[in-house]
């Protein structure tokens, strides 16, 4: 996380932390309470479900990577994991197209690959919330 002058003071940096950290479990629980559950309940098939979710998940990690909510590693890995599982299903939805309907392990792929970057989501966000947890830098030379 990159933080301006302004926001450098102890109290400043733990309440940009403590705010992120809400806006990123805030984003979590609405995709696991909301979109979720509305994609399952969708006519769609499995195939199509998935992709939604994940391009999803991509404008979200895209979004947090430019809004700067998290550690920029963990981001990164996100948006990895996330834009594989995007190409992984586009090329399930090519084949399809063509008359190849074999081939389920790329939707099992891009199924993992959402797995994982959803962990590195949650790793992102248990960082953050440790960093306010944890004792913040002591001043020694006041006084």
Known sequence: MSFTPESTSAGGITAR???????LLAWLVVV??????LLKDLPL????RAGILAWLLVGIALYWLFTDLGYRPLLLFQLFF?????ACLSAKVLLISI?????SILRRTAIWLIVFGAVCASANLAIMLLDLVKPGPTDSNAG
């Open 32 to 37: 696991a309470m909301l979109v979720i559950p």
């Open 17 to 23: 932390v403590r705010r992120h950290a809400l806006q």
């Open 45 to 48: 098939g499995d195939t199509t």
């Open 99 to 103: 008359g190849v309907h074999r081939l």
């Open 82 to 86: 996330f834009s594989a599982a995007v």
